[in-house]
């Protein structure tokens, strides 16, 4: 037996004895995610135990390093950790803007003390973070940005709007773009991390079609950022942004890969129109593009896996990220268009219990900003064709 193999049976058994039943079980709503925080209130105590013993083992965060709070796993052992989890449908035991990008940008950036400071609590869960790029002003065109940082000495004083801050009303720290020079354009941002509890910060949620709303505007009036909480150099934060941005566009185009537990579209499909004499769907058009649609899915699960070795690894070209993250959108809108066809009228009800709030309609909504969040489809396309086709500008 070889090492990893040994490692794929411990893992396996620690797994089996360790992660609770109900958190095995496919996610019912929005509540059965755990983002952790100050603020956090574990929707059972299951998540909370589940929670505590992977941050415990370092596997909230497997490939970080032990001494900031990681597993210390190698690439192939968190593969294997990844794939004994979704064996078994275990959920993720914490989702976070500061695992999925903050973490790896003050990895490659960060001083040790940020490192330490940041890190562990992001690990365990006991900070929830949020992201200050997009402004009224500086949306695809994210380096016009004008939210300054004015040096008073010791510290930054911060005046500006952020908007499409996801989960800002909710969060506890702040990962912000700032002018700290109008000279130029790119060459004039820094990067900084803040408490957004912060005398001067206030958050006003934007409603979307779906009736939820994971997005803000948030308002700096006048906030001191002590110069420590500054990220690599001053003034060159934009390649702080450029790295996170790729990291972020992996997170989104997990999207594609759809939740662990269960299979909803097929489920649901079944549940509306039944099943043939044959075993199969009875609705021959709904199951053909179904078919379609899986053998997409899979293929783009193929690919997320070599993406993601190759990523890690730093052998992922440039703009690959921006392919990952328009193709996984394009699959999670497609896989959400499906879902409402097998559901059929019913699929559009709004408010009942029995179709928990109108779960399915509302997530179909929300899959409308997929092409926009973490960058527009339009501008992924034009940096694939560039980058990736070398097409003319």
């Not at 695992?99 to 490659?108: C, E, F, V």
């Not at 200050?132 to 930054?156: F, M, R, V």
């Not at 002590?226 to 989104?252: C, F, Q, S, T």
């Not at 809108?333 to 097998?342: D, G, I, V």
Request: hydrophobic letters at 35%; proline letters at 5%; aromatic letters at 8%.
């Amino acid at each position: 037996m070889t090492d990893l193999d040994q490692f794929r049976s411990e893992t396996r058994a620690w797994l089996a004895e360790n992660c609770p039943p109900e958190m095995r079980e496919p996610l019912r709503s929005e509540k059965d995610v755990c983002w952790g925080g100050r603020n956090y209130v574990p929707s059972s105590p299951a998540q909370k135990e589940w929670l505590d013993r992977m941050a415990a083992r370092g596997w909230t965060v497997p490939d970080w390093p032990k001494a900031y709070g990681g597993g210390g796993l190698s690439a192939a052992e968190t593969k294997v950790l990844r794939e004994e989890m979704a064996a078994i449908n275990a959920r993720n035991p914490l989702n976070s803007f500061g695992i999925s990008m903050l973490g790896p940008a003050l990895l490659k950036y960060g001083t040790e003390e940020q490192k330490v400071d940041h890190l562990t609590k992001i690990a365990r869960g006991e900070i929830r973070w949020c992201q200050g790029y997009s402004e009224p002003n500086a949306g695809s065109d994210l380096a016009s940005l004008a939210t300054s940082a004015d040096d008073k000495g010791d510290h930054y004083l911060v005046n500006g709007q952020k908007v499409w801050t996801s989960y800002a009303d909710q969060a506890d720290w702040i990962f912000c773009l700032v002018r700290t020079d109008k000279t130029s354009k790119q060459g004039g941002i820094s990067f900084v991390l803040f408490d957004m509890a912060s005398p001067g910060v206030s958050t006003r949620p934007i409603l979307l079609i779906s009736g939820n709303s994971p997005f803000c505007e948030t308002f700096f009036d006048d906030v001191k950022v002590p110069k420590a909480n500054l990220v690599h150099e001053e003034n060159k934060g934009w390649d702080v942004a450029k790295y996170l941005l790729g990291h972020e566009r992996e997170m989104i185009s997990g999207m594609g890969l759809g939740h662990s537990g269960g299979n909803p579209l097929i489920d649901g499909a079944i549940a509306t129109v039944g099943l043939d004499h044959d075993g199969r769907l009875a609705d021959p058009l709904l199951r053909a593009s179904i078919a379609v649609f899986e053998v997409r899915a899979r293929a783009f699960g193929a690919m997320s896996e070599r993406f993601i070795d190759e990523l890690k690894a730093g052998r992922a070209h440039p703009a690959q990220p921006s392919m990952m993250k328009y193709y996984g959108t394009e699959l999670n809108k497609t896989r959400h268009e499906l879902m409402m066809s097998a559901g059929g009228s019913d699929a559009l009800e709004w408010d009942s219990d029995r179709s928990r709030g109108g779960a399915a309609a509302r997530s179909w909504l929300r899959t409308k900003a997929n092409s926009i969040e973490g960058g527009t489809s339009e501008i992924q396309l034009n940096i694939v064709a560039k980058r990736i086709l070398d097409l003319p500008a």
